[in-house]
């Protein structure tokens, strides 16, 4: 059995025609499952663990980049074994590209071939992410592995990065148990400005900001420092499309 979770923002008027042509394509393809709706009142945390006790096959975001990141912390609380799927809805959706989902009718028909693919994550303090944490520059103190420490100088981002949703280093790779660092520093020049960028790899990295500026992870959630960034022991099982960039 399929269970889809609908996050709280798509009761609003503009959505209903989008989720009723999602709910009859579904049908049309033999996925029709139980239907749950994120409110006021029923966090999606709630549902997840009351909906797990009738060990469904699969469960599906029907939402943005924070419903999934969302799923992925509440399904591997509970059982790390599940497969998860997603449909997106609306804007933020920069996952469902990386995973070769264009819009919610291919997402449909991506449920219905049902390719998965086991990927890593990256968990920061308590807190699992599938693509990247990014953070500032500015006051930001990282420890590399254990064994150095990067301060950078000037302004810039620090990204690091599990899936690169822009597909453009392909260095990264969801499935290699490994953590892309990417600094990026702005270097001001007389006519234009120039960016330089430092790569690393690693499994481990320890981060404070000494300002008290918070990590962004999935595009979507902040996260305080200090934080401690690995790569989770637990490995992700989800539908993707044959376009995935990975």
């Not at 999606?44 to 975001?61: D, F, G, M, Q, Y």
């Not at 009718?105 to 449920?111: F, Y």
């Amino acid at each position: 059995m399929h269970i889809y979770i609908f996050d709280y923002f798509l009761n609003k008027k503009k959505y209903e025609a989008t989720i009723a042509k999602i709910e009859t394509r579904l049908t049309d393809l033999g996925l029709n499952g139980k239907n749950c709706h994120i409110g006021p009142l029923r966090s999606l945390k709630s549902i997840v663990k009351e909906e797990l006790r009738n060990t469904p096959k699969t469960i599906v975001a029907v939402g943005n980049n924070n419903t999934l990141n969302q799923l992925i912390n509440a399904t591997l609380e509970e059982d790390n074994n599940i497969t998860i799927g997603l449909i997106p809805v609306g804007d933020n959706n920069s996952i469902a590209g990386a995973l070769g989902i264009a819009d919610e009718d291919q997402a449909c028909n991506v449920l219905a071939a049902r390719l998965i693919e086991a990927v890593s994550l990256g968990k920061i303090n308590d807190q699992y992410f599938f693509t990247s944490a990014q953070i500032t520059n500015q006051e930001t103190i990282m420890e590399i592995g254990g064994k150095y420490t990067i301060e950078p100088t000037g302004p810039g981002t620090i990204n690091i990065i599990n899936l690169d949703v822009s597909a453009s280093n392909p260095k990264i790779d969801p499935k290699d148990a490994l953590l892309e660092v990417l600094v990026s520093v702005v270097k001001k020049g007389v006519l234009k400005n120039t960016v330089d960028v430092s790569f690393i790899q690693t499994n481990r990295i320890i981060v404070n900001n000494l300002i008290h500026k918070n990590f962004i992870i999935d595009e979507s959630i902040e996260v305080r420092t200090p934080a401690e960034i690995t790569v989770a022991k637990e490995k992700l099982k989800i539908i993707v499309g044959k376009e995935r960039i990975f």
